[in-house]
């Protein structure tokens, strides 16, 4: 079910929650990331800054769909192969075809899922899309701060931490400077996780194709969003604790791929790389 802006308003004032914190005047990457997509719910300044990425990267668009079909294998993999029935997707951003909980639900209905985001419109269309689904949630927290995450009374309700548990960073940490530690939140992450726990992340990158990337880098950082691009051996850094299971870390597109290779686009089109890991 779509709602409009001000739709969401209304149901998400009802709920005594409001919009606090709401900048419609300034580009924000959950909304650019809906725009890349053909969402709906963005705004002139996410229109503008996402298409000024395009303009650096052309084929941004399509990294951003490949991104996205990445994350709904994983999650049919997870649910499929490791038994694990409870996902904290983390930088969840806004609703869009192929959620967590449908893809998780799809092989299991009993899937439980907390979506965490810390974007006003984000929340607000998240408490619309879920508010007949028991077994979901969605939270305001911020992955700079993983206890507040994982004590959020929200979170406690759904997510039992002494079983295994999959946690989703998909295209959020390139959203995290250096300075702000990366290797450390996930780190902090895993000291909530028990063994057998699976962290699915996926993250921008420049090793690919430099130019176009920078370039992508360069017109985010101009619009105020910030985006650090990290090549392999940084993104692996934080698997750390983690087995990867097959196929390892890949471009997005490649990862347990469905399509033939001749009809997948190529490396450079995409920039992005995933992988899954489970805790040792």
Not at 82 to 101: E, K, M, W
Not at 109 to 128: M, Q, S
Not at 253 to 275: I, L, N
Request: net charge negative; with cysteine; glycine share 6%.
């Amino acid at each position: 079910m779509t709602h409009t802006n001000e739709e969401v308003a209304r149901l998400y004032e009802s709920s005594g929650s409001g919009l606090s914190g709401l900048r419609t005047d300034e580009a924000h990457s959950a909304r650019m990331y809906d725009f890349l997509l053909d969402g709906k719910d963005n705004y002139p300044p996410d229109q503008e800054a996402a298409q000024k990425a395009i303009a650096a990267f052309p084929t941004l668009r399509v990294a951003a769909r490949e991104n996205r079909a990445f994350l709904g294998r994983a999650v049919r993999h997870v649910v499929r192969e490791t038994g694990i029935r409870q996902f904290l997707d983390i930088g969840s951003g806004l609703p869009t075809a192929q959620n967590v909980h449908q893809v998780a639900q799809q092989h299991d209905p009993e899937a439980r899922v907390v979506y965490v985001d810390n974007d006003p419109i984000v929340l607000a269309h998240g408490h619309a899309l879920l508010s007949s689904d028991a077994r979901t949630t969605v939270i305001n927290a911020d992955i700079r701060d993983p206890q507040a995450i994982t004590e959020h009374p929200e979170t406690r309700s759904l997510i039992d931490f002494t079983q295994p548990v999959a946690v989703l960073a998909v295209a959020i940490f390139h959203f995290i400077s250096d300075e702000e530690d990366p290797a450390g939140i996930i780190a902090r992450i895993r000291e909530h996780l028990v063994p057998g726990s699976v962290l699915i992340l996926s993250h921008a990158t420049a090793e690919i194709s430099p130019e176009t990337a920078l370039g992508v880098q360069t017109a985010y950082r101009a619009q105020g969003v910030p985006l650090t691009l990290r090549d392999r051996a940084e993104f692996a850094e934080m698997f750390a604790g983690c087995e990867l299971i097959e196929p390892g870390i890949q471009v997005v597109s490649d990862w347990r791929a469905t399509v033939p290779e001749a009809d997948r686009p190529t490396h450079a089109e995409v920039s992005w790389y995933g992988g899954v890991g489970r805790l040792l």
